[in-house]
Every structure is written in C-alpha cells, then in structure tokens.
C-alpha cells in the first residue's frame, strides 16, 4: 500500500526509531508515547485491521506477539509488567490502518482502559 504510513516504513521511506525487526514484524517507539515504554509492533504485509486478519495469517499474528515478548525484554519491562493493545477501527480509537500491537510499560497500567 504505498499511501501507507506504516507501509512506507516498512520500505525504509519512513525512518522510525526501530527496536526489533525480523522477517516477518517491524517493531518502532510510537511518535507520542503514553508511557515509558511505547512500542508498535506491526507486519511487515499489510493488514488493515485485526478484521482482516486471515487464516493464513496465524502465524503472522504469533509473530507479533512474539516480537512484543522480545521488545518487553529488551526494554527491560519483561518481568515487572507490561500491556499489549490492538484497536479495532472507530469505537476503540484505531487511527492508523495498517495493523499494529501496542507495547506500554515502564508505569502501573489502571484498569478497566479508557
Ligand atoms: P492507533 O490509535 O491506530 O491504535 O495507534 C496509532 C499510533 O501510531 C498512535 O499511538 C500514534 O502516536 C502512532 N503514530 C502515528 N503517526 C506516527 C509516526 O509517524 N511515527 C510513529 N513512530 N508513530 C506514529
Ligand atoms: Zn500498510
């Protein structure tokens, strides 16, 4: 998708402050951070939502998870605590559409989120 603001860093015409990348994900700290610690982690394919998440994307979707596990230990949060967000289109405030894991730590996380 070349109007793809995720997409374009993926093609390496957008440099973001990288912190984990391999095959399959691109993981970078978010532009606004609302904590300490704010990673998006994303696929390198696009998806523009978790609804469009297909089967053959079973993987790709561990993969995320995986990389926000290696993101937590790199930013030395793994055994403190940490939060993984994905929002889903309009209602749970989504405003990139290209599918991304949010990666939040280094402060107590409240509960329920707003
Ligand atoms: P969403 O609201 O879609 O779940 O999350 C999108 C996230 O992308 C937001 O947290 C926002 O701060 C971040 N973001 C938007 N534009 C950029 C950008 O150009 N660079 C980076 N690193 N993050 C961005
Ligand atoms: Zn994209």
Redesign the pocket.
């Known amino acids: 998708m070349t109007d793809c ?1 995720f997409c374009k860093m993926v093609a390496g015409e957008i440099q ?1 402050d990288v912190v984990y990348e391999n095959e399959q994900v691109l993981a ?5 951070p609302q904590a300490p610690t704010h990673v ?1 982690v994303i696929p390198k394919k696009h998806i523009a939502t978790l609804n469009d998440l297909q089967g053959e994307d079973t993987a790709l979707a561990g993969a995320l998870f995986h990389a926000a596990k290696e993101v937590a230990r790199i930013d030395n949060i793994a055994e403190r605590g940490y939060r993984t967000v994905v ?1 889903c289109n309009a209602e749970a ?4 559409f290209h599918l ?1 894991l ?1 990666v939040l730590g280094g402060r107590p996380m409240g509960w329920p989120p707003g």
Request: no cysteine; net charge neutral; proline share 7%.
């Open positions: 603001l973001p970078f700290r978010d532009l606004n998006l929002n405030g989504q405003t990139v991304h949010h």
